[in-house]
């Protein structure tokens, strides 16, 4: 009995977890997690994968372990199979609950404690994302560091061993490849050191030096935004902020979607327990017992880098945060259950009381919202295969989407899911942005859209397929909308928009472009197309593309626009993207067809390549 007690202490979280997120575990890929998939296709040699791993991203990120290096290896062996990532995410979360579950038993004394720790973590809804999308992997390795890190330093403090404290400097260095809240870690350190172990207070603040160093290596190289959902505030919203996080852990999110329970009754609860908790932390405190005190700092602590972030709010932020909330939730349940005072029942009544206030709506929630996130990559699986298979059975065709909803647009589509597949560009369908919300931050699907004069000549020539989406199924609808093509054949409207990298537009391209590449097309040093002309004077014409390094070794490139043989006024363009738009004359509106010239004043050619290359454009449009 005694050595099944113990399979049954240490097997009990990790088999919980698997029930509470089965659906994840199962679940295919979706947003963020096609942008690392894609990653492979860039590597190519050495130097290659060294970029992939290290080179930090546009955004300042450097997460090499969690971003980089499990994606990279994982598609290398599994490809696109969904079982591999997931199995992986849950084996470094089962490490985690057993480091918690140790942790919280040397630091009580209390094995009832170590063991509610992990499930009381498990168990809150807060973590379904980190657990069901393989790009979040990053907050669940984070939190490996973090506790491991701590594991050692709470052995260096029992045994005086020196390889303790080296292994704790190793684990949290290597920790800043997992997610930027790695550097809190010194701060928890210290936290647990003044509280309750005073000697060692010292030994942890040589861990600040690697921490100020990468928080101003930050400031030096990431270009701060002042608006926008990842800008910074630092101003009195940050205690509400903190409230909304605090309470996004003990009340579900949308929890009234999942579960029978009152939405009053279920904040009720929440308010219940943070009295509860309160008092459990000062009367701990009054009697000289910190360890309370340093559970709650833990939550405060891993939760300070994102609190400035008072636009960007996500639950699963709370990830790591988390942790010290339930090792204080344990604690208070096992002194409330394993005290010798009088009224002993009472206490213990309580507290398991108050721990199903919390698990009944969070667990609820947590595999509810998995199998959501579940459903919606089986969805996006589906629509991804489904046109993997189409492009097999049309090789060297075009294939526009019918059918793409919300969900599928923005789970699947917007992040590349077809080009983390290896598929060539995919199209949606004319008036398919009926379907679909754009996003303020991230824009809409007008770049995905195939204006219906393309589509309409494309299909005349047999150069499209279009499959329209029924439920988990690709239906081909070619014959059909070939049908309205020839039906509206006598209008001979130009396109508003030319996406200049498709070869479905090349009867719509004057001189001066070579062929089409991956995503872009280059210009001579002068090219033209034709576009239908603006609706209304408020219309602009807008272009975008790339300007390469050695066009402007000598300074700015002047680049010319000319609509209908009308110059407008020069645009200087430096190295890197450009995003260019420019008003149009008056007396363009309403015509049929306008001429567009774009001129550069001079061109590059690379090595081993005999074209003379002015500019690499993305998008030509009027809008």
């Keep these: 009995m005694r050595v099944a007690g113990k399979w049954l202490y240490w097997l009990f979280p990790p088999l919980f977890c698997v029930y509470v997120y089965w659906y994840a575990l199962n679940g295919w890929f979706q947003q963020d997690d096609f942008v690392w998939l894609g990653l492979l296709r860039s590597v190519h040699g050495a130097r290659d994968l060294f970029l992939a791993l290290f080179k930090p991203t546009i955004h300042g990120t450097w997460r090499p372990w969690s971003d980089r290096a499990f994606f990279l290896a994982f598609r290398a062996l599994f490809g696109l199979q969904g079982l591999p990532y997931h199995i992986w995410i849950f084996l470094t979360q089962f490490a985690n609950l057993a480091l918690m579950s140790h942790i919280t038993w040397r630091l009580t004394g209390s094995r009832l404690a170590g063991f509610c720790a992990s499930l009381f973590w498990i168990g809150n809804a807060a973590l379904v994302m980190a657990m069901s999308l393989a790009c979040l992997y990053k907050d669940i390795l984070c939190s490996f560091f973090l506790l491991l890190a701590f594991y050692f330093f709470l052995r260096h403090i029992e045994t005086g061993a020196r390889r303790y404290y080296v292994w704790q400097w190793i684990v949290f260095l290597l920790g800043f490849g997992a997610m930027e809240t790695n550097l809190v870690y010194p701060a928890i350190a210290a936290s647990y050191a003044l509280l309750c172990a005073r000697p ?5 603040l040589p861990l600040f030096i ?43 999110l949308n929890f009234e979607d999942f579960t029978p329970f009152a939405e009053r009754s279920v904040q009720a609860g929440a308010i219940v327990i943070t009295l509860a908790l309160a008092v459990f932390v000062a009367w701990q405190g009054w009697r000289r017992n910190w360890l309370p005190t340093f559970f709650l700092s833990w939550f405060v602590i891993a939760l300070a880098p994102v609190l400035p972030l008072r636009e960007q709010f996500w639950p699963y932020y709370a990830t ?13 349940i096992s002194i409330a259950i394993e005290n010798r005072r009088r009224l002993r029942w009472l206490w213990g009544t309580a507290a398991v009381a108050l721990a199903l206030v919390f698990f009944a709506p969070s667990v609820m929630v947590a595999r509810a919202a998995a199998k959501f996130w579940y459903d919606r990559s089986v969805r996006v699986r589906d629509m991804v295969l489904g046109v993997a298979e189409a492009v097999e059975l049309h090789p060297g065709k075009t294939i526009v989407l019918d059918g793409v909803d ?16 290896d598929l060539p560009v995919v199209y949606l369908a ?8 754009p996003d303020p931050s991230l824009g809409g699907p007008q770049d995905f859209i195939l204006p219906a004069q393309t589509l309409r000549a494309g299909l005349q020539r047999g150069q499209i397929v279009v499959y329209s989406i029924n439920g988990d199924r690709l239906t081909e609808a070619t014959r059909s909308y070939l049908l309205k093509a020839m039906q509206s054949a006598s209008s001979s409207e130009e396109p508003m928009r030319i996406d200049v990298a498709s070869p479905l537009i090349q009867p719509f391209l004057g001189g001066g472009w070579y062929w089409a590449e991956e995503r872009h097309r280059w210009m001579a040093q002068q090219a033209s197309v034709r576009l239908s002309g603006p609706r209304t004077s408020n ?5 975008t593309g790339f300007c390469p390094a050695a066009q402007v070794r000598s300074g700015p490139l002047t680049m010319i626009v000319a609509a209908d043989g009308t110059s407008m006024k020069p645009a200087l363009l430096r190295e890197g993207a450009f995003d260019v738009s420019f008003p149009l004359p008056p007396e363009l509106v309403g015509k049929k067809e306008i001429g567009v010239t774009i001129h550069v004043d001079r061109t590059f050619r690379p090595p081993n390549d005999a074209r003379d290359l002015g500019l690499s454009f993305g998008v030509v449009e009027i809008r």
């Design 406 to 421: 919300n969900t599928l647009f923005w789970a699947g589509i917007w992040y590349g899911g077809f080009r983390a597949a």
């Design 210 to 252: 690697p921490s100020i160093a990468f928080v101003a290596l930050n400031m030096i190289l990431v270009a701060r935004r002042s608006s926008g959902p990842y800008s910074i505030h630092i101003d009195w919203w940050i205690p509400v902020t903190f409230s909304r996080y605090w309470f996004g852990t003990l009340v579900p």
């Design 200 to 204: 060692y207070l010292r030994k942890t």
């Design 320 to 332: 790591a945060a988390s942790i010290g909330l339930a090792m204080l939730a344990a604690y208070a």
């Design 430 to 437: 004319p008036n398919s942005e009926w379907r679909i919300t």
């Design 539 to 543: 219309q602009t014409l807008h272009l």
